[in-house]
Structure formats: structure tokens, C-alpha cells
């Protein structure tokens, strides 16, 4: 294999290595952003589902590589667990204002 090739194979691994660090990086916060507007409401956590669910149709649909159909995915099973976790702690801080409420007023 001639030098010159060998560079170019260099620079093209090189180049694909950082691509691939920044589509991670990418996904990361996107990731995050999801699961961010899960939080803050289940009306959002509902839209952002339904939003996985159809971009989850549009690649399968499209032809889409199987690491990306999984990426999605693993998204959507995320933010699933992550609105079963506020819905649980939604319920504990429930229970603590009513129990809170439920104390005799100690007040002079």
C-alpha cells in the first residue's frame, strides 16, 4: 500500500472518529432534553412518547439500520422509566402533604 493511501485511510478514520463522537454527543443531550420535558409534565411526557413512537415507524419504514431503530428505542424505554419514577415520587409527595395536613396545628 503506497504512503498516500495509508494518509488518506488515517484522515478518514481520524475524520469518522470525531463525526461519531459529536453524533454521540448529540445524542446524549438530546437524550437528556427528552427525558428533561418528561419531567416537567405528563402531558409533555405523553407528546414526547408519541413522538418517539413515530419517529420509531418512520425509520422502520424508511429502512433505517437497526442501530438506529435500537437508538430510539432505547430512548423511548428511557423515558418510560423515567415517567414511572415521577409518577412514583409524584405519589410519595402526595403523601407527605396529606400527612403534613393531617398533623394538629401546634400554633399559640
Known amino acids: 500500500m503506497s504512503p498516500t493511501i495509508t494518509l488518506a485511510d488515517d484522515d478518514v478514520r481520524h475524520a469518522l472518529k470525531a ?13 437528556a432534553a427528552l427525558q428533561a420535558l418528561a419531567a416537567l409534565s405528563p402531558t409533555l411526557a405523553g407528546v414526547t412518547e408519541r413522538a418517539l413512537d413515530d419517529e420509531l415507524d418512520v425509520a422502520r419504514h424508511s ?5 438506529v431503530v435500537e437508538l430510539i428505542e432505547d430512548a423511548r424505554d428511557r423515558l418510560q422509566d423515567g415517567v414511572e419514577d415521577m409518577e412514583m415520587i409524584g405519589a410519595l409527595q402526595h403523601a407527605l402533604v396529606a400527612a403534613a395536613d393531617a398533623l394538629p396545628d401546634f400554633q399559640s
Open 19 to 31: 463525526l461519531s463522537a459529536e453524533v454521540q454527543a448529540s445524542l446524549a443531550l438530546n437524550r
Open 63 to 67: 429502512g433505517a439500520a437497526q442501530r
